[in-house]
């Protein structure tokens, strides 16, 4: 046990997460395991973005989940990672690191590094990916100093088999000065909408030049659509912003907003720490609302016209997006602690959600599915694609399951 | 209750002590009293009230297996409390756990030391802003370098954010040495 610290904890013995995994899937899943190859699995189809799957947050995916979840590897990663992203056969996630904490690239069917960035940055998040950047979020552990990084994907790929470290030259640009950054940013057009402990702003994809900027305080991620870009504050406000960087609307939630919002067509909405989920239009009027016990904290997941909000009070209430009339209740059941507050994802067939206390559900129709014991919190969305599902837990684990050999 | 004893060495032992040549150079510890990362905050279903359900931490010494570092541990805290601060800045509930010494541990860690995990409950009508640990021994602890938690919302969040302190928004901190106890005056 090291002495207490608030910032990130430090990479586990590795070792001891091997000789775990070695009970239930082998070492050939056990991140920088040194038996080389494995052939455990396939590659995972699919590619998403950034997180919550799209710039909407509608937390909303036609892959399937697996119908019989057998965990197929684990990898260390850092808590910071929250939902991974997927492109290419790869999980991007984040990792700590005696000498920073890079990004990486995770090889989605044996949980083994294809490429890490070597840059003596600390990142927080994963960041989006557009076109062939990616963009994300990096740090120097104890001062103020932040910025966005652009990082060419195509350089992410280490040329010699025998060093898969990313140098400094997939650096395309980076901002300065910046603040912590509240969540990842999104990318719709070009433009990429970043909100900060100071501000928001809009920069180029391409340049990273700054478009605009306003003075509004995010207590929240953002989510965006092609009208603009959406927010909550610390001052209890729900902020709309044309792509322009015009005002689109000012919203008095009376609370101060904990969730990202979601954009689920006309509709807006956004939880705060009073309980309430509130769905506006584009102009800001409000089109109803929700109140329950507890903050907000998990953003809702959005299909088929139907709103899935999980609460901190250990229910996931499924809304009619139009009125916000309740269809189905989940109750999760257990003590206090097993509470719902990171983020949910709507698969083909199932709702995908993470309890506090470290299970995991699949849920049609308000009823359980399947469940599984994580052995950690989550800290992100779960991530659904090509019959598996993937989730980063406080105790500095992804974990992959499956259908195992019957998939 | 009675104090044990406890005895630090000077400020010297703070930081990595480098003997002289040939002898070996080695971390003093850092002793601590502290909040468990899993305590968690929040409101009570179909209740107004709210819930702290918490772990307490602390590291320490058994006096007599101590040979060669006379002077430079700390082998107790007493009248250890928990104060449940709410946004006005006063006291909403404390927990009172006692004194924590060797025996009371049922684990060593490979660094050295006993750690002793205490539990807590604590029930308050309005939401936590603030988590305290304090003991009998906090002055003396403090400037002899060792850590003493706190937890708190940073001011711009409103009262209400609940959760595990290991997440956003709260936020942990070793007390400064000239922080007072919270008031707990009526």
């Known amino acids: 046990m090291t002495p207490f610290s608030t910032a990130a904890p430090c990479r586990r013995s590795l070792l001891v997460q091997c000789g775990v995994a070695v009970g239930s899937v082998g070492l050939a899943g056990c991140l920088f395991a040194d038996d080389g190859e494995s052939d455990r699995g396939d590659p995972l189809d699919g590619t998403v973005p950034s997180t919550q799957y799209d710039v909407a947050n509608t937390g ?10 057998t965990l197929r590897w684990t990898a260390d990663v850092d808590v910071q990672t929250g939902q991974p992203l997927l492109v290419e056969e790869t999980f991007v996630c984040r990792s700590s690191d005696a000498r920073g904490d890079p990004l990486y690239g995770v090889d989605t069917a044996t949980g083994t590094i294809r490429w890490e960035t070597n840059d003596d940055g600390f990142y927080d998040g994963t960041g989006v990916l557009v076109d062939e950047t990616l963009i994300a979020h990096r740090y120097s552990p104890g001062s103020d100093e932040h910025e966005l990084v652009a990082l060419d994907r195509s350089r992410l790929q280490p040329d010699d088999a025998t060093d898969s ?11 300065e000065n910046d603040h912590r950054l509240r969540g990842d940013p999104v990318s719709v057009d070009e433009l990429v909408y970043v909100a900060t402990e100071g501000d ?57 907003p904990t969730t990202a919002p979601t954009v689920a067509g006309d509709t807006l909405l956004i939880g705060d720490v009073g309980g309430t989920l509130t769905a506006v239009d584009h102009d800001g009027s409000k089109r109803w609302h929700a109140e329950g016990t507890g903050p907000l904290y998990g953003s809702p997941g959005v299909a088929g016209g139907v709103v899935y909000s999980p609460r901190f009070d250990g229910t996931i209430l499924a809304r009619s997006l139009d009125d916000g009339g309740e269809r189905w209740r989940f109750d999760a059941g257990g003590d206090h602690r097993r509470s719902f507050v990171t983020d949910v994802t709507r698969g083909q067939e199932s709702l995908y959600a993470a309890s506090d206390d470290g299970q995991l559900f699949a849920i049609d129709g308000g ?28 105790d500095h684990e992804l974990r992959v399951y499956d259908d195992g050999d019957s998939s | 209750m009675s104090l044990h004893r406890r005895r630090f060495l000077a400020l010297a ?48 010494h058994d006096p007599d297996e ?61 939401p936590p802003v603030e988590l305290v640990l304090d003991c009998a021994e906090f002055e003396d602890l403090c400037e002899a370098g ?41």
């Open chain 2, 13 to 60: 032992a703070v930081g990595t002590t480098t003997s002289l040549a040939g002898c070996e150079e080695f971390d003093p510890l850092v002793y601590w009293l502290r909040f468990h990362l899993d305590t968690w905050v929040g409101p009570v279903p179909e209740d107004d009230g709210w819930l702290v359900d918490g772990r307490v931490e602390a590291r320490l």
């Open chain 1, 200 to 256: 928001l702003y809009a920069l180029d994809a391409d340049t990273g030049d700054v478009e605009w900027r306003t003075d509004h305080r995010p207590s929240t991620p953002v989510a965006a659509d092609s009208t603009g870009v959406y927010v909550g504050t610390l001052d209890g406000e729900f902020v709309g912003v044309r792509d322009s960087g015009e005002i689109l609307f000012v919203v008095d939630l009376g609370h101060e």
């Open chain 1, 60 to 69: 909303s995916t036609r892959a399937h989940g697996p119908s019989d979840p």
């Open chain 1, 367 to 394: 009823e359980t599915r399947w469940s599984v014991e994580l052995g950690g919190a989550p800290v992100g969305a779960p991530l659904v694609a090509d019959g598996a599902v993937a989730i980063v837990t406080d």
């Open chain 2, 66 to 126: 101590i040979d060669d570092r006379d002077d430079s541990y700390v082998d107790g805290f007493s009248d250890v409390t928990v104060f449940v601060v709410g946004s006005d800045g006063s006291v909403l509930e404390r927990a009172d756990l006692g004194e924590y010494t060797a025996g009371h541990a049922d684990a060593t860690e490979e660094a050295g030391g006993y750690v002793i995990e205490d539990s807590f409950t604590v029930e308050t009508a309005d």
């Open chain 2, 146 to 186: 060792h850590q003493v938690h706190r937890y708190f919302l940073p001011d711009e969040h409103e009262p209400g954010h609940a959760g595990r302190l290991a997440t956003d928004p709260w936020q942990g901190r070793d007390r400064a040495c000239d922080d007072e106890s919270p008031d707990v005056s009526p």
């Open chain 1, 165 to 175: 470290t990313i140098g400094t030259d997939a650096i395309q640009w980076r901002t």
